[in-house]
């Protein structure tokens, strides 16, 4: 039997925000905070959040950030971010995406964001991604930090969710569990052209490799989910690889549906340490209405990713540089961390190792360029 380990911390009620350590001097104001909003309004129900964040087990700081915004009785916010980029620059980079998210929040008025919140997120979105590459050119120590974000918000009973990199965002509806964003990786790519099956994606050598984050100079629109009208008991649940490459979506379901929200963000995050704590752990838990009693008794099932319905699919020819390796292979993990590296060759960081990718992609390209045009050009 798998021994507990280290509990996880009991969050703290407040209506503030976590901001990762380092580049804020660590601050952590955990927030679980429930808005009640009126049933004459449209029949809307009860707004909750409940959120948690912990260091894991194998890093020496917490470079994830978040924040979570009750703005109006019906009217929420919530933001994840995943930093990366050595020791200082991960922590710098993420609490840049949750600060300048939340200011850009408070300078729009609440109006314009109802009227159009997929344009505020995109917005506070870039402002952040400009923010990170500002500070990486202002200090040359983090020239190589980027982060992830998954951001939502939920006016009334619909979701709106946008995102870069591979922070997660689920909606658990009636003992089902169905993913909603759709990770920027290298294998996530490999996927969609057919190349790997999902089901071995999560053990696949790039399956930690990312092909967008925040910090890039380039960086593409956020990718966004389609508009979800929420049912009573719904779940939108919000982390970082922490706690998605810890825990299968089974094991996420399970919690999300057998225990009071406040709880669940609370045992999530012991599970992913029990399992390993490899990462930092990061889960925002929005609860819209109260579950039945029924939903102890729900079979547990893994629903088709939402991103797969989309209007609005991302491609495979937008741009693709990878920037981070972290393997979700948890064995794997456990052994190159103890050779020192996360990325299994010796010597060699993660960061540093990123330049190889493109030139072995562009080695491929031209070795197939000249295959079809010896077997083709040449009539043999």
């Not at 959040?49 to 994830?64: A, K, V, Y």
């Not at 956020?222 to 706690?243: H, K, M, Y």
């Not at 057998?258 to 609860?287: K, Q, R, S, W, Y």
């Not at 190159?336 to 562009?362: F, K, Y």
Request: with cysteine.
């Amino acid at each position: 039997m798998r021994s507990a380990g280290r509990r996880a911390r009991s969050a703290t009620p407040t209506d503030s925000y976590h901001i990762g350590s380092g580049f804020f001097h660590g601050i952590r104001l955990l927030s679980p905070h429930v808005a009640q909003a009126a049933d004459v309004h449209g029949g809307i129900l009860t707004h909750g959040i409940h959120s948690h964040t912990d260091i894991g087990r194998m890093r020496e700081e917490n470079q994830d950030s978040m924040g979570t915004r009750v703005l109006a009785d019906d009217f929420t916010f919530l933001v994840v971010a995943d930093g990366m980029g050595g020791y200082a620059g991960g922590s710098v980079a993420s609490s840049l995406v949750t600060s300048t998210m939340l200011s850009e929040l408070a300078n729009v008025t609440m109006d314009a964001f109802r009227e159009n919140p997929q344009l505020f997120l995109r917005t506070a979105i870039l402002s952040a991604n400009a923010a990170v590459n500002k500070e990486a050119r202002a200090n040359h120590e983090l020239r190589d930090m980027g982060s992830t974000v998954v951001a939502g918000t939920v006016i009334g009973d619909h979701a709106y969710i946008a995102h870069v990199g591979d922070s997660r965002a689920y909606l658990l509806r009636d003992g089902s569990i169905r993913q909603i964003t759709e990770d920027h990786t290298v294998v996530q790519d490999l996927v969609r052209a057919g190349y790997v099956n999902p089901e071995d994606a999560v053990y696949h050598p790039s399956s930690g490799i990312l092909t967008r984050c925040l910090g890039q100079m380039d960086m593409p629109d956020p990718t966004f989910a389609e508009v979800i009208q929420l049912l009573p008991g719904d779940r939108i649940l919000c982390c970082s690889d922490g706690l998605s490459g810890m825990l299968e979506d089974e094991e996420i379901a399970e919690v999300v549906f057998h225990e009071p929200p406040g709880d669940a963000v609370n045992l999530l995050v012991n599970l992913a340490n029990e399992a390993g704590g490899f990462d930092n752990i990061t889960v925002i838990l929005f609860a819209y209405g109260d579950l039945p009693e029924a939903a102890r008794n729900w079979p547990i099932r893994v629903g088709t990713p939402l991103y797969r319905e989309s209007l609005t699919p991302r491609t495979l020819d937008e741009p693709t540089v990878p920037f981070k390796f972290a393997t979700r292979d948890k064995a794997k993990l456990h052994d190159t961390m103890a050779m020192g590296t996360a990325s299994g060759v010796p010597g060699h960081s993660p960061e540093r190792m990123a330049w190889l990718w493109p030139i072995l992609i562009g080695l491929a390209i031209i070795s197939i360029g000249l295959f079809i045009w010896y077997f083709i050009g040449t009539g043999s």
